[in-house]
């Protein structure tokens, strides 16, 4: 019977046991997404600081996505120049200017987190907190 109950015992604190790795999650602030692509670009944020970046990645992907209307877009970051990023209504909004020198403006997600690397290691900031993005060249 005793051994009945540690089995018992141990089957329900297993979960909580494995679960434990995975408390310090993959916003761990040495690791960035992997792309296939890499671009740079330099960030501004709502306090002014700039940090300038290589690896950059929005969740892990190369495009800027929004909404506009009723449709999902996407813009890869090689017809980026700048994006502004600015708070209207509730609403993330950017402003995208392409390297053609055309303007879009989307609708944002402001849970995303943009990452990079930088000289001196890692960088990760909510995309709500940044005025700028500009790609490099």
Same mark, same amino acid.
């Given at each position: 019977?005793?051994?009945? =109950? &540690?089995?018992? #015992?141990?089957?329900? +604190?297993? !979960?909580?046991?494995?679960?434990?790795?995975?408390?310090?999650?993959?916003? /761990?602030?040495?690791?960035?997404?992997?792309?296939?692509?890499?671009? *740079?670009?330099?960030?501004?944020?709502? &306090?002014?600081?700039?940090?300038?970046?290589?690896?950059? *990645?929005?969740?892990?992907?190369?495009?800027?996505?929004?909404?506009?209307?009723?449709?999902?877009?996407?813009? !890869? +970051?090689? $017809?980026? $120049? /700048?994006?502004?990023?600015?708070?209207?209504?509730?609403? #993330?909004? %950017?402003?995208? #200017?392409?390297?053609?020198?055309?303007?879009?403006?989307?609708?944002?997600?402001?849970? =995303?987190?943009? =990452? %990079?690397?930088?000289? =001196?290691?890692? +960088?990760?900031?909510?995309?709500?907190?940044?005025?700028? &993005?500009? &790609? %490099?060249?």
């Amino acid at each position: 019977m005793k051994r009945l =109950y &540690m089995y018992f #015992l141990i089957m329900l +604190f297993v !979960p909580f046991i494995l679960g434990m790795g995975s408390m310090t999650g993959d916003d /761990s602030p040495d690791k960035i997404p992997v792309t296939e692509k890499k671009f *740079s670009a330099t960030f501004v944020d709502q &306090m002014d600081v700039v940090t300038r970046c290589t690896e950059v *990645s929005i969740e892990g992907k190369t495009f800027v996505e929004g909404v506009k209307g009723e449709g999902t877009y996407t813009i !890869p +970051f090689e $017809k980026i $120049k /700048s994006v502004g990023f600015f708070l209207k209504d509730g609403k #993330l909004k %950017g402003l995208v #200017l392409l390297r053609n020198n055309n303007r879009d403006e989307l609708i944002l997600n402001k849970d =995303y987190k943009v =990452y %990079g690397r930088t000289s =001196y290691g890692t +960088f990760q900031i909510g995309i709500l907190d940044l005025r700028k &993005m500009i &790609m %490099g060249e």
